[in-house]
C-alpha cells in the first residue's frame, strides 16, 4: 500500500490529446495538485509523442522504466489482457478505474476472474476496479478521472465504496475548511479490499481520522479485528441498510439476529464510530480536532437564551451533565451583569454580559475549572444595517472572540466547541480564515462531542481489556455432536451439559404411563413438555404443561397436550413428551446464537420465557466473548432494572448468567455447524445459579 499512496512514478494507459479523452483528466489532476513524481502515457495508437509535455508510448513494454504504479482507464475488454502486459512487464501495482466487471453480470465476472487471474500469476496487487482509486495531498497524487480541485491538507482520510460520494466529500470538506490525508476509492474490491486500506492508514502518520463509506461488508469480523488494532477514530457510514426480506425462521435468534442490530454492536466493541448521517462525517472530525473529552460534565454558554435551552436539552439526550464551575465562579460572573436581570448558573446565559472583554475571564474560568470537562458555546453574527454609533447587540453579536476561546482551549487541554450562526458567505469567509474548527448546528457540536468522547473511553477500556476464552470444547461435546443434524429440540440438552452448562434432570415418555412412572422416579411437581419435530415452538400449540404434582395431573396433561397438538397442527407427528423437573422460581431470561455471514459466530442474551418475542430486548457480541463484556451490555437493557429488583420484584446477581454465556460463545465459535442456537429460559434462581430449561438448535453440516 505504500507504494500505493507514494509511487515515484505512474503510467497512465488510454491517455491522449485527442478531445473527450478522459484519462487525460487524470493526468490534468496530478499537475493540478503538484505531483512530483515521472509521468509516462500509454496508448496503442502510437501516434502521439506527448500529452502536456508528458512522453507517449505505443505500449507497455517501451517505458523506460517499470513505474511503481499503472492506472488503467479503458474499455473493461481489454483490461484483462493489458493486466498481463503489465504483470510481465515487471509493473506490480495497479489501479483498476475502468467499470464493466463484476457489476455488470455474466461477461464482466468473467472478465473480471480473467483479470484477478493475471493478477495473481503476476504478483500484482491492485485496487478497483470500478472505481476512481487513490489520492494524497501529501504528494500530490490524484488518480480520479474528475477535474477536481486540490482540497486543504490535514488530517482526515476517506475510504470509499462509492466514488462519486467521495468525489462530494472533498468538495464538502473545502467548504467546511476540513483538511485531506488521503483518499481510497476501492469500488468492486476484487482485489484490495477496505480492510488493507484500513490497515495501511491505521500506521500512516498523516492520518489522524480515518472516515469509510461502504455499502457491503463481506468480511464484517476482520473489519473490527483490525479496528481494534487501530487507535486512531475509525468512523463508518453504512449504506443498503434496509431489509429486502426475511427467510422463515426456526429459532427466536433467527428472527432477532437483523445484520444492522449485529453491525452496530460488532462496531461499537471495536470502538468503531457508525454514523447515520452523511452530515454527521463533518461534525465527529472537527469533534476530533478538540483537546480529548475526557468526563461526561460539560458548561453550556451563549447570550441567546433559546441557545442554551437547545444546547442543554441536546447534551442531555447525549449523555452529558450540566457542569458546575463553582461557587467563586457563579460570585464572579455577577459583578460581570449588566442589568442584573438574569441568574447566572448552566447553561449559563450570556445575554446580560455587554461588556466583551468579560468574555476572555469568564472562557479561563469555565475551561480552568476542576468541575468541567468541556464546554460548548453557541452565538450568531447576523446581517445587521449600520448604525451611528456601536450599539450593544452589534458588539455583542460583532466582536470576534476566537483568540478568546482558543486561547482557553489551548491553555486548558480541554474542548470548547463553537457554534457561529449567519449567512452563508460571511461563514464561509471566517471558517476559510479562522483555524479553528466551527460547527453549523448545536445538534451536530454536540453529537460530535458524544462521539469524542466515547471513542477516548473506548480506548481505554480496549487497552485494559483481557484476552478472549479459547473457542474449544471438550472431547465428550465433540462426540455428542456428531450424532446430530437438522432441527432439534431438548434432546441437544445433553450437549449444553456436557459443556458445562446446567440442566434440568428429564426423561423421554412415549406413552402415558412412561410419563407417570417417570415423573414417580423424579419426584413431584414435574413439568411435561412436548416432543414433534413439527412444533418447536411448544407454547403456541399448547405443548407445556408445568406444576403437576401427582400421578393423576401428569396422566391428564400428557392427553391435553397430545390433543392439543392435534387441534393446532392436524398433520404433526406426536413423539411423546419429555417429564423434567420442576425449577424453582426466578427470572426466566434468554440466550441465543447464530452464525452470521460477515460476522462469523453471535450471541444474543436478554430477557425471555415467553414474552422475548414481543419485547425483543435483547444485545449481541460477536463469540468468543467474555461475562464481562456481557455484563457491561446486559445492565443496558431495559430489563435490567427488574432483575435488580425493580418493583419489589427478586433480585438476583446475573454473575454465573453472563458465565453461562460466555460458554454458548464459545460452544457456537468452536462449532460453527450450529447455525441457530436458543436457550429459552434460562432461569436466573434467587441464589444467582441458572439453569437452561428449554433448547432449539438447527445443525448444518
Not at 528 to 544: E, I, N, R, Y
Request: glycine residues 10%.
Amino acid at each position: 500500500m505504500e507504494k500505493m499512496f507514494n509511487p515515484e512514478s505512474i503510467a497512465i494507459l488510454g491517455l491522449s490529446a485527442k478531445e473527450g479523452n478522459i484519462p487525460r483528466l487524470i493526468l490534468d489532476n496530478l499537475l493540478r495538485w503538484g505531483y512530483k513524481g515521472r509521468i509516462f502515457g500509454v496508448h496503442p495508437d502510437g501516434s502521439e509523442t506527448q500529452v502536456s509535455g508528458i512522453s507517449m508510448y505505443q505500449n507497455v513494454e517501451e517505458l523506460p522504466i517499470i513505474p511503481d504504479l499503472a492506472v488503467l482507464l479503458i474499455p473493461a475488454r481489454y483490461v484483462p489482457g493489458m493486466v498481463e502486459a503489465c504483470g510481465r512487464f515487471g509493473i506490480r501495482r495497479l489501479a483498476l478505474l475502468s467499470g464493466g466487471f463484476n457489476e455488470l453480470g455474466e461477461e464482466g465476472e468473467r472478465l473480471a476472474s480473467t483479470a484477478l487471474a493475471h493478477a495473481k500469476t503476476y504478483g500484482i496487487r491492485f485496487i478497483g476496479p470500478n472505481c476512481l482509486a487513490l489520492a494524497n495531498t501529501a504528494n500530490g497524487m490524484c488518480l480520479p478521472f474528475v477535474p477536481i480541485h486540490k482540497p486543504p491538507v490535514g488530517g482526515f482520510s476517506m475510504i470509499s465504496q462509492s466514488g462519486g460520494l467521495g468525489i462530494f466529500q472533498w468538495n464538502h470538506l473545502r467548504n467546511e475548511n476540513v483538511g485531506l490525508a488521503k483518499f481510497a476509492s476501492i469500488g468492486n474490491k476484487l482485489d484490495i479490499s477496505e480492510i488493507e486500506v484500513l490497515e495501511y492508514l491505521g500506521k500512516d502518520p498523516d492520518t489522524r481520522v480515518i472516515g469509510m463509506y461502504l455499502e457491503s461488508v463481506a468480511d464484517g469480523r476482520a473489519l473490527v479485528e483490525a479496528a481494534r488494532k487501530i487507535d486512531k477514530p475509525i468512523l463508518i457510514y453504512k449504506a443498503s441498510v434496509t431489509q429486502a426480506g426475511q427467510q422463515a425462521a426456526m429459532s427466536h435468534t433467527a428472527a432477532l439476529a437483523s445484520d444492522e442490530a449485529v453491525m452496530d454492536s460488532a462496531f461499537k466493541d471495536a470502538g468503531i464510530i457508525r454514523i447515520h448521517h452523511f452530515e454527521d462525517f463533518i461534525n465527529v472530525i472537527k469533534a476530533f480536532e478538540l483537546p480529548p473529552l475526557r468526563g461526561n460534565r460539560l458548561m453550556v454558554m451563549s447570550p441567546i437564551g433559546g441557545g442554551c435551552v437547545m444546547m442543554a436539552d441536546n447534551c442531555e439526550k447525549n449523555g452529558f451533565v450540566m457542569a458546575d464551575p463553582g461557587k467563586a465562579f457563579y460570585e464572579d460572573m455577577q459583578k460581570r451583569g449588566n442589568a442584573g436581570i438574569i441568574q447566572f448558573s448552566n447553561p449559563l446565559d450570556l445575554g446580560d454580559v455587554y461588556d466583551m472583554k468579560h468574555y476572555a475571564p469568564i472562557f479561563h474560568g469555565v475551561m480552568h475549572s476542576d468541575g468541567v470537562d468541556g464546554a460548548v458555546y453557541l452565538n450568531q453574527w447576523p446581517d445587521m444595517p449600520k448604525t451611528d454609533e456601536r450599539d450593544v447587540f452589534t458588539r455583542l453579536f460583532h466582536t470576534d472572540v476566537s483568540r478568546e476561546v482558543i486561547g482557553a482551549v489551548r491553555s486548558s487541554g480541554k474542548p470548547m466547541g463553537a457554534v457561529l450562526w449567519g449567512s452563508s458567505p460571511t461563514l464561509d469567509k471566517i471558517k476559510r480564515h479562522l483555524g479553528y474548527p466551527l460547527f453549523n448546528t448545536p445538534e451536530g457540536m454536540i453529537y460530535g462531542l458524544a462521539m469524542q468522547r466515547d471513542f477516548h473511553a473506548k480506548r481505554l477500556a480496549l487497552e485494559a481489556e483481557g484476552s478472549l476464552p479459547p473457542a474449544v470444547c471438550n472431547d465428550e461435546v465433540n462426540r455428542i455432536l456428531e450424532k446430530y443434524t437438522g432441527d432439534t429440540g431438548e434432546d441437544f440438552l445433553e450437549v449444553l451439559a456436557a459443556h458445562g452448562i446446567a440442566t434440568p434432570e428429564n426423561r423421554m415418555a412415549r406413552s402415558e404411563g412412561e410419563a407417570v412412572t417417570a415423573a414417580d422416579a423424579m419426584g413431584y411437581p414435574v413439568v411435561l413438555k412436548l416432543v414433534s419435530p413439527d412444533a418447536l415452538h411448544k407454547s403456541d400449540v399448547g405443548g407445556v404443561k408445568v406444576g403437576l404434582a401427582d400421578a393423576a395431573a401428569v396422566s391428564k396433561a400428557f392427553g391435553e397436550i397430545r390433543d392439543s397438538l392435534k387441534t393446532h397442527l392436524p398433520h404433526a407427528r406426536f413423539e411423546g413428551v419429555r417429564v423434567v423437573a420442576m425449577a424453582d422460581e426466578g427470572h426466566d431470561m434468554f440466550v441465543g446464537a447464530s452464525q452470521d455471514a460477515s460476522f462469523g459466530p453471535v450471541v444474543f442474551f436478554g430477557y425471555g420465557g415467553v414474552f422475548l418475542g414481543v419485547f425483543k430486548d435483547v444485545d449481541n457480541l460477536i463469540c468468543p466473548t467474555t461475562a464481562k463484556k456481557v455484563e457491561e451490555r446486559l445492565s443496558s437493557l431495559k430489563s435490567h432494572d427488574l432483575l435488580q429488583g425493580a418493583r419489589g420484584g427478586l433480585k438476583v446477581d446475573t454473575l454465573a448468567f453472563c458465565q453461562l454465556i460466555e460458554k454458548v460463545s464459545t460452544l457456537v465459535a468452536a462449532h460453527p455447524e450450529i447455525s441457530e442456537l436458543d436457550l429459552n429460559p434460562v432461569r436466573i434462581f434467587k441464589d444467582g445459579s441458572v439453569m437452561a430449561l428449554d433448547v432449539r438448535a438447527r445443525i448444518e453440516r
